[in-house]
């Protein structure tokens, strides 16, 4: 049966014996058996912070770090790719087409002389500026997070898109769990499992070893083309409110009839009507200079026409309320300006839930 969320220690356990003891066997096994996707999961990309954003595949930020080793140990020199290849045992991919990107890329000069077979290159200062991104980058402990669950939940919804559970140990076998070049731990595959699972992409099955499958909501967000964060992050259908002020007169500015409210914006605009009518009954006593209070009555006024609108728009109220705000500061030596900055706070505070 499937949980709301991840067994924390049936994951660690899993973890553990994973990084520990079968992760280079799961890596073989994958690269001799490799998954048939409905896209090419070495599409996934790590983002290089400078002067441009540039979209680094896994095995290239691996062959970027790789050629860097090389070069220190021998400066000066080319370098073929196809050792590379060789060494990491990726079979399936062709070295000549790894070192023409990185060309494209003005991250290395390829030598010319070759007949066919993969390309020596040399490292451009270019080049070297994105292997220090790399480095840097890699130590970005949230940015880790990010690549993380997203190519997790696009590797999982090409692999099992179709809701069957999988061992979620495979991921760690492609690609993909690469950061900046770094290998993504264990531990920060389980991170970003409880990530996905609490906020239901994901759901964890009570299998030996344990397994998840992606939901339903975890299919629109793949299909969204969009990343984890973004779907996480997109607006919510707002609160409905029900405002019903009787007998306005001294609550809200002038004498005005009844009113009921729907707001669909997720913002309650009671707040915003009472501090509109307080300030126009305390307007006279806050010690203001003519201009000044007809000045902070006006953009009451205007507070009160949006907020009792059949759609207050929130950048309104929040604009008319942060005047109202920044008015009674000028006179906050009385207490009844104290007590309208108080309010004008407590209706500012409904942006910040």
């Known amino acids: 049966m499937a949980h709301d969320g991840i067994n924390r220690r049936e ?20 690269r001799r058996n490799p998954l048939r996707l409905s896209a090419p999961i070495n599409t996934m990309s790590t983002v290089v912070p400078g002067g441009d954003e540039t979209a680094i595949s896994g095995h290239l930020a691996r062959l970027l770090l790789w050629l860097d080793e090389q070069a220190r140990q021998n400066p000066s020199h080319y370098i073929r790719v196809s050792r590379f290849i060789e ?23 390829l030598s010319r002389a070759f007949s066919g077979d993969a390309p020596d290159v040399y490292l451009t200062d270019a ?30 919804f090409d692999t099992a898109g179709d809701q069957k559970p999988i061992n979620p140990a495979l991921f760690l076998a492609t690609p993909a769990s690469y950061f900046a070049g770094s290998e993504i731990t264990g531990t920060e595959l389980y991170e970003a499992l409880a990530y ?10 009570d299998t030996e070893p344990p397994t998840v499958a ?17 779907h996480v992050n997109q607006p919510r259908p707002g609160t409905t409110y029900n405002t019903y002020l009787p007998n306005a007169k001294g609550v809200i500015i002038g004498e005005q009839q009844n009113f009921t409210q729907n707001n669909a914006d997720g913002i309650d605009p009671t707040l ?9 009954q305390v307007s006279p006593i806050l010690g203001l200079t003519d201009e000044d209070r007809v000045e902070l009555e006006r953009v009451a006024q205007d507070l009160h026409t949006e907020a009792t609108s059949a759609s207050p728009e929130p950048g ?24 309208g900055i108080q309010m004008a706070e407590q209706a500012l505070a409904a942006f910040m839930q």
């Open 127 to 156: 080049g070297r500026a994105a292997i220090y991104r790399l480095k840097k980058l890699r130590l970005d402990r949230a940015a880790r997070l990010r690549h993380t669950m997203d190519a997790f939940h696009r590797w999982l």
């Open 87 to 109: 060494e990491q045992q990726l079979n399936d991919e062709d070295a000549s087409v790894l070192a023409f990107e990185l060309e494209q890329r003005d991250y290395v000069q």
């Open 11 to 30: 994951i660690d356990k899993w973890a553990r014996d994973l990084v520990n003891e079968h992760k280079k066997s799961l890596e073989r096994a994958q």
């Open 272 to 280: 915003f009507a009472q501090l509109a009518g307080y300030v126009g």
């Open 316 to 339: 309104q109220l929040r604009q008319f309320a942060t005047q109202i705000k920044d008015k009674l500061l000028e006179a906050a030596t009385t207490m009844a300006a104290t007590q």
């Open 196 to 205: 996905l699972a609490e906020h239901e992409l994901i759901e964890h099955i």
């Open 214 to 230: 992606i939901t339903p909501q975890g299919a629109r967000c793949a299909l969204t083309g969009g990343s984890v964060q973004d």
